[in-house]
């Protein structure tokens, strides 16, 4: 069935550096945008960012942009977020989610239907 | 970017009633294709998001059809027609026309 499996995560302090991996199955990866999704404790949920299906188009929220890297193995079917210098307010859980349908172009991309989801991995950024 | 706006933040319903929630953009998201990208996602309790519906109006694979989106302007609203104890969670509306995508505050759907 289609599904996104998620790992990484964990606790660490704030400055260091964390990377996330999204592993799909089950679709066809290689035709499908890709973005990451985090909900802080008790909050609502946060766009993190998109990668293209081919990765030449991505974007990021402001509050992670410079710090947070997404990017994408179509060999593997994996997408990842490499988050460095990481802050007490990166602390959330992170989903990835496949996009029914994502088209890029200029510098905007649009997307629909954001299914399925990965499980959730939780960030814990404290000293 | 673009402000989505839920309302309401809370909403007691009693099984086998009618329950809407609405959600209002900033900004217009209709597309030249003539869709409006507007998704709406359920968060059960303790669970990853699940989309419902996309496109405004489009019935996600294997969401039961008591649930229904409409569209007006940047105005959206979701319908439940009868509410099951299933349904509780914190509902969603997200934006995706443009780049930084955008959620609603959410609105959480309890049983009375």
């Known amino acids: 069935q289609v599904q996104l499996v998620q790992s990484g995560g964990g606790v660490v302090q704030p400055g260091r550096s964390l990377r996330l991996s999204c592993a799909a199955s089950g679709f066809t990866f290689n035709i499908h945008g890709m973005h990451w999704v985090r909900q802080a404790p008790g909050k609502g949920l946060e766009w993190v960012a998109i990668t293209s299906y081919d990765g030449r188009h991505k974007y990021y929220a402001d509050s992670v942009k410079g710090r947070f890297t997404i990017s994408r193995d179509n060999s593997k079917n994996t997408v990842s977020l490499e988050m460095s210098n990481l802050r007490p307010g990166d602390t959330a859980v992170y989903y990835c989610?496949?996009?029914?349908?994502?088209?890029?172009?200029?510098?905007?991309?649009?997307?629909?239907?954001?299914?399925?989801w990965g499980q959730g991995t939780r960030v814990t950024v404290s000293s | 970017d673009i402000v989505m706006t839920q309302s309401p933040l809370s909403l007691p319903v009693t099984p086998g009633e009618p329950a809407s929630i609405s959600c209002r953009s900033s900004?217009?998201?209709?597309?030249?294709?003539?869709?409006?990208?507007l998704d709406w996602y359920l968060q059960k309790p303790g669970q990853s998001p699940q989309l419902l519906l996309y496109l405004a109006s489009t019935r996600a694979s294997g969401v039961p059809d008591r649930f229904s989106g409409s569209a007006s302007g940047t105005d959206f609203t979701l319908r439940i027609s009868r509410v099951e104890a299933e349904d509780v969670g914190v509902y969603y509306c997200m934006q995706a026309l443009q780049t930084p995508i955008t959620f609603g505050q959410g609105t959480r759907l309890e049983i009375k």
């Open positions: 900004q217009s998201l209709l597309h030249s294709n003539g869709y409006n990208y």
């Open positions: 989610a496949k996009a029914t349908s994502t088209y890029c172009r200029g510098n905007n991309c649009y997307s629909s239907g954001f299914d399925p």
